[in-house]
T-cell receptor, first 109, second 114 residues
Framework: KQEVTQIPAALSVPEGENLVLNCSFTDSAIYNLQWFRQDPGKGLTSLLLIQSSQREQTSGRLNASLDKSSGRSTLYIAASQPGDSATYLC????????FGQGTELSVKP | KAGVTQTPRYLIKTRGQQVTLSCSPI?????VSWYQQTPGQGLQFLFEYFSETQRNKGNFPGRFSGRQFSNSRSEMNVSTLELGDSALYLC?????????????FGPGTRLTVL
């Protein structure tokens, strides 16, 4: 049974810092891994999708990596801003999305 | 291109009632997946529909059901509501079934069961 774990559960950083969010999963038989952002009370916004054959994807200040063999993914956020404050969720797709519990990020001005 | 829409956005029901939620996917997308989000359990997969057929199902009781219409719009129904069904219900739209596509989520329906 696939299990997805995100560390840390919460993170508070000052504006401008670079930061890394971690995601680990137990079953490497996946099609892809997707990172999402969720603002309080809202739906999910897709940030990055990494196919199982890829190692990383970049979009603006975001970079996500995938190491399928070790069951790990990281989301790197460069030069963080207060508007980045949200909960970040990773989800692995082996036919359906299995989500981690998320990392709640707070970026202080 | 319009995003995923869900109606209604908020719903209050009492125990024992039933409820129907609606999801309209992005134009051209033929797959719709449903998820339940609660503070305790996080996001959990309910089911996926593709071309009016249920393709995958999560571990939820039979009180949770769904369907998809020929225009790809989907509905989910919860019968005999329980307090524990209070949650944010999210649907996701994707072009095909099979797990390789980006899934795009709607804003959700917040269901409160009293």
């Amino acid at each position: 049974k696939q299990e997805v774990t995100q560390i840390p559960a919460a993170l508070s950083v000052p504006e401008g810092e670079n930061l890394v969010l971690n995601c680990s999963f137990t079953d490497s038989a996946i099609y892809n891994l997707q990172w999402f952002r969720q603002d309080p009370g809202k739906g999910l916004t897709s940030l990055l999708l990494i196919q199982s054959s890829q190692r990383e994807q970049t979009s603006g200040r975001l970079n996500a990596s995938l190491d399928k063999s070790s069951g790990r993914s990281t989301l790197y956020i460069a030069a963080s801003q207060p508007g980045d404050s949200a909960t970040y969720l990773c989800a692995v797709n082996g036919g359906k999305l299995i989500f981690g519990q998320g990392t709640e990020l707070s970026v202080k001005p | 291109k319009a995003g995923v829409t869900q109606t209604p956005r908020y719903l209050i029901k009492t125990r024992g009632q039933q409820v129907t939620l609606s999801c309209s996917p992005i134009s051209g997308h033929r797959s719709v997946s449903w998820y339940q989000q609660t503070p305790g359990q996080g996001l959990q997969f309910l089911f996926e529909y593709f071309s009016e057929t249920q393709r995958n199902k999560g571990n939820f009781p039979g009180r949770f059901s769904g369907r998809q219409f020929s225009n790809s719009r989907s509905e989910m129904n919860v019968s005999t509501l329980e307090l524990g069904d209070s949650a944010l219900y999210l649907c996701a739209s994707h072009p095909t079934s099979g797990g390789t596509d980006t899934q795009y989520f709607g804003p959700g329906t917040r269901l409160t069961v009293l």
